[in-house]
């Protein structure tokens, strides 16, 4: 079992960015594939980034490639969102789930698929 503690939320302004962390306990944190999800006011969770976990394999959907980047530091049970030229379109709450199955090869996209969360953070971008 893993808890997820996930913080760094904040109101923004457009083409501004933030950082968001994820503390993580217990033991087999390194042996999970870790993920961040949104969702937006109104709409459904839906999945911004992932990455393995060694951290040598990292999953984004075309809404947030080349403006988020995914890491983690499994010495400190920590993984990290860096949101750069954020947009309004990003608001909502941001949440960090762990896939409950170890050394997976895949990245899964759905949210079905993690078995841990956290109880999320709030991004909000102003035009």
């Known amino acids: 079992q893993v808890q997820l503690v996930d913080f760094g939320g904040g109101l923004v302004q457009a083409g501004g960015s933030l950082r968001l962390s994820c503390a993580a306990s217990?033991?087999?944190?390194?042996?999970?594939?870790m993920a961040w999800f949104r969702q937006p006011p109104g709409k459904e969770r839906e999945i911004v980034a992932a990455?393995?976990?060694?951290?040598?394999?990292?999953y984004y959907p075309d809404s947030t490639k080349e403006r988020f980047t995914v890491s983690r530091d499994n010495s400190k049970n920590a993984v990290y969102l860096q949101m750069n030229n954020l947009k309004p379109d990003d608001t909502g709450v941001y949440f960090c789930?762990?896939?409950?199955?170890?050394?997976?090869?895949?990245?899964?996209?759905?949210?079905?698929?993690?078995?841990?969360w956290g109880e999320g953070t709030q991004v909000t971008v102003s035009s």
């Open positions: 789930a762990a896939d409950g199955r170890i050394y997976q090869a895949t990245l899964f996209r759905d949210r079905d698929d993690y078995s841990w």
């Open positions: 217990g033991r087999r944190f390194s042996m999970y594939a």
């Open positions: 990455i393995n976990w060694s951290g040598d394999s990292t």
